[in-house]
């Protein structure tokens, strides 16, 4: 054991007091007490025995009084390790300058270092760092963290520059305060260090003026120097370029440049299309066009090295520019060899050199940019056959085996492209000079015609459309007219017989079956966009609203309907039955195509036109539109049959579940409406049907005629039973004699005087006879030698005020009223119709107005 002070550590100006202990001094006291011991034994016991009492008592009295003292910590045990003879020199003789402050901040322990750098003579005129360096403005606020850092038992660390006395020489100083321990005792003292970094500073600044000048010697070269990093953004630019391409060196330090910006045309590509090498540094010339900010070019040799890592990673490139527009000015063959490169990478042809097995020699930078975007390495020396689908390379190999002999007039190969989508290209390949064959054994000029085909197709599938609407509507006329003969002679049948009559009810299964006939023929008609329309200015969500409770019966309980307004819809016009017509038939084939259940989604919203002409649709040009997605989570449709759903009769549904109109009625009348219909679907997954209606603006129609604001006035009141009887001449015009003759006897039953032609011309005739005493024409449409209109102007020519009704299968809009003035009147009736119908059609035109 030994006494000390209560510190850790001496007080500064003490030279420390080394705590080691003896073992001569122990053998010494232990001998001592041995003699004692042995002459106190020759002594006699008696005599003896008070000398041994007092020895022991003084013994007993030291070892009390230690005890006391080391309870009251005046003395302790010794620390070996603060005594050892190797750890205390590495302090006291260290580099830097160390130093302990208690919680007082007095110094308690300081070495050389730490005197030498403070100018402190003796330890006993150590001094704490904040007094050291009180009133220098460039060091206090670095103090001071560092003090608040010490007060907290935190570690800090400040580098200050301290200026040299008498204008000499500043120093750099590196200081640093940290505890002195993790123990509650040791956190009370901090341990500072200062250390001279000033030869440091002096190497790193030495060493950052040489880059200086690397760096201003590199801006101001006479070439252009960038480099691009794996995402193509430059990283850096030196000025002589930044200067070319007139770009401020402070913008492109922003990161806000890509190589795309810069490189004309598809050059880029050329320098992102070198083949991986991995380890390996690679450097390519490529002579290309680079862009300035105004948008002109100029041209350019770039010298392009790239590194790549172990994992064939690229790194970021070094690259040499030199300008080649002097050249172009001065030199002809080079200003020849410039617009040769130009015309090669510029032209909107992919075109490449390749050898006999047909791997890519040479590649502009349109061909550079397609092997890129068909994820393929073709422009960096592979085959070009990987750019094409694996059924098709045997075509292209053949062509390129055929110029590799020499073979001129190769026919052009059109193949499918590989790729994550469908792409064509088609393929010239011509032969090279016999000399270079060695080499090069073909040129390769790649024109991709996936936009071509596309609209190829989509005319095909117009035309096919539009030759298939007009079969579907001629047989819908003729069916009309058959149908209005059938339901005609029905109506006299019932007439003629009682409900009780055993007959009735057969001719009422025959009517029955005429009008859904009739249905058929409607959505033929439909689908050929040729049937009447009774369009009215309509909101949406109010037609949506009214078809809620007959979606919830048509689709029954195991499909969930779910209809989604959008706000403040604009309107429409369309005929609200056939609207309603659209989106039941959607409705079905949802519900067939959802056998164990799903839900049905009808949703609603404007487009305006700036998002129409974001949307991807073809042929829908950029206007305002109300949009309806009828949307299902049922099977979907195949990607092979997709494109013939809108054809009539085409039905993936078993024999007698359908007819095969549903889709094309609907396609037929949303066109006829003026909108557009388009599907996504997903096999597995669902189907979306998207509706395009235009919108209505109703400040654009023309004022309606003040007769049929009259009509209107007197819709609201109540329907009396109509008297369908009259009087009059009509002169009946119908092609169809088994028709015209039930429509003459049924307008006769009414009372009405029927004068029968079987054409237009017939018809002027019996109009001459009588001298144009006709009270009403109801004539067909389509009739030989003449036909309806043209009939219409000829009566208006000798009778303007004569009154006519048109009768069709067609719709009121699908014959030519080219020969009509457009303020011309006439009223219209669609086959097929009820003998009641056409009563009161006539009475309805005959009536005084």
Not at 457 to 484: C, E, P, R, W, Y
Not at 585 to 592: G, S, T
């Amino acid at each position: 054991m030994s006494t000390e002070p209560d510190h850790d550590l001496p007080p500064a100006g003490h030279e420390p007091v080394r705590r080691s202990g003896s073992i001569v001094l122990v053998l010494l006291v232990a001998g001592a007490i041995v003699a004692a011991a042995i002459a106190f034994m020759t002594l006699g016991r008696a005599q003896a025995q008070p000398y041994i009492l007092g020895l022991l008592a003084v013994l007993a009295m030291v070892g009390l009084f230690n005890l006391f003292a080391f309870a009251a910590g005046i003395i302790r045990f010794a620390d070996r390790s603060v005594d050892d003879p190797i750890i205390r020199p590495i302090a006291d003789h260290a580099f830097d300058g160390l130093a302990v402050t208690d919680s007082r901040g007095h110094v308690v322990y300081s070495n050389a270092a730490y005197l030498s750098l403070t100018g402190a003579a003796t330890p006993e005129d150590a001094r704490p760092v904040e007094r050291v360096f009180i009133g220098n403005p460039d060091v206090s606020e670095a103090v001071f963290r560092l003090l608040k850092a010490a007060r907290e038992g935190k570690r800090q660390q400040e580098e200050v520059r301290v200026a040299g006395n008498d204008g000499g020489p500043g120093r750099w100083l590196r200081m640093r305060v940290r505890p002195l321990g993790k123990t509650r005792r040791e956190a009370k003292y901090a341990v500072w260090s200062i250390a001279d970094i000033t030869r440091d500073r002096e190497q790193h600044e030495d060493v950052f003026q040489g880059l200086q000048r690397a760096i201003e010697y590199l801006d101001h070269a006479p070439c252009g120097f960038f480099s691009v990093n794996p995402a193509g953004d430059l990283v850096y630019v030196n000025a002589t370029l930044a200067n070319w391409l007139d770009y401020d060196l402070a913008d492109i330090g922003n990161g806000g440049l890509k190589l795309t910006d810069i490189v004309s045309g598809d050059g880029a590509a050329l320098l992102t299309s070198i083949p991986p090498a991995p380890g390996e540094v690679r450097t390519e010339v490529f002579d290309i066009d680079l862009k300035m900010r105004g948008g002109k070019t100029m041209p350019v040799r770039l010298y392009h090295k790239l590194a790549f890592g172990a994992d064939g990673a690229p790194g970021a490139s070094r690259t040499l520019v030199i300008s080649r527009a002097r050249d172009e000015r001065l030199d002809p063959q080079r200003a020849a060899e410039v617009r040769f490169m130009r015309f090669f990478d510029h032209t909107p042809m992919a075109i490449a050199t390749v050898d006999k097995s047909g791997a890519v020699l040479r590649a502009n930078a349109r061909f550079a940019k397609l092997a890129q975007t068909l994820d393929s390495g073709a422009a960096a020396g592979k085959s070009i056959l990987s750019v094409v689908n694996e059924r098709d390379r045997d075509r292209l190999a053949a062509a390129i085996g055929e110029a590799a002999q020499g073979q001129g007039d190769i026919a052009p190969v059109e193949v499918m492209l590989d790729g994550a989508r469908e792409r064509w290209g088609q393929f010239f390949v011509t032969a090279v000079e016999e000399s270079e064959r060695e080499t090069e054994a073909a040129i390769v000029y790649l024109l991709e015609t996936t936009e071509k085909r596309s609209l190829e197709n989509q005319f095909t599938q117009s035309q096919k459309m539009q030759a298939v609407g007009q079969l579907a509507g001629g047989i819908a006329h003729d069916f009309n007219n058959v149908l209005s003969a059938i339901m005609m002679a029905t109506d006299f049948l019932l007439n003629a017989h009682k409900p009780t009559d055993p007959s009735f009810h057969d001719i009422m299964q025959i009517k029955q079956n005429a009008t859904r006939a009739a249905t058929l023929v409607r959505q033929l008609l439909a689908f050929s966009r040729k049937q009447t329309l009774r369009p009215q200015v309509l909101n949406i969500g109010d037609v949506l609203s009214d078809l809620n409770l007959l979606l919830k019966r048509l689709l029954g309980e195991k499909v969930k309907p779910e209809v989604v307004h959008g706000r403040d819809l604009w309107p429409v016009k369309a005929d609200p039955s056939q609207l309603e017509q659209v989106i039941v038939n959607l409705a079905v084939n949802a519900r067939d195509a959802m056998p164990d259940g799903g839900k049905l989604t009808v949703r609603t919203a404007n487009v305006p036109a700036s998002e129409a002409e974001q949307l991807t649709y073809k042929g829908m040009p950029a206007a305002d539109y109300v949009r309806i997605d009828v949307t299902d989570t049922g099977t979907g449709i195949p990607p092979d049959i997709v494109d013939k759903i809108f054809e009539p009769f085409f039905s993936t549904k078993e024999v007698g579940k359908g007819t095969g109109l549903g889709l094309s009625t609907v396609y037929g009348i949303v066109k006829q409406t003026g909108g557009f219909v388009y599907v996504d679907s997903t096999e597995g997954a669902g189907t979306s049907f998207s509706i395009f209606l235009p919108r209505h603006h109703p400040e654009r129609e023309m004022p309606e005629a003040a007769g049929n604001g009259a009509a209107k006035e007197q819709a609201g009141e109540p329907k009396r039973a109509a008297d369908l009887t009259g009087q009059g001449t009509i002169l009946l015009v119908e092609d169809e004699d088994g028709l015209r003759s039930l429509n003459a006897r049924g307008l006769r039953s009414r009372g009405y005087s029927v004068i029968e032609a079987s054409n237009g011309i017939e018809a002027m005739e019996a109009l001459e006879e009588r001298n144009g005493a006709v009270d009403l024409v109801v004539s067909d449409v389509v009739m030989p030698e003449m036909d309806g209109p043209t009939l219409l102007k000829a009566m208006r020519a000798r009778n303007p005020e004569l009154k006519i009704i048109f009768v069709s299968g067609y719709a009121e809009d699908a014959f030519d009223k080219s020969v009509l003035r457009e303020d011309e009147q006439f009223a219209f009736l669609p086959k097929p119709f009820a003998l009641s119908a056409l009563v009161e059609k006539v009475k309805e035109t005959m009536a005084p107005g």
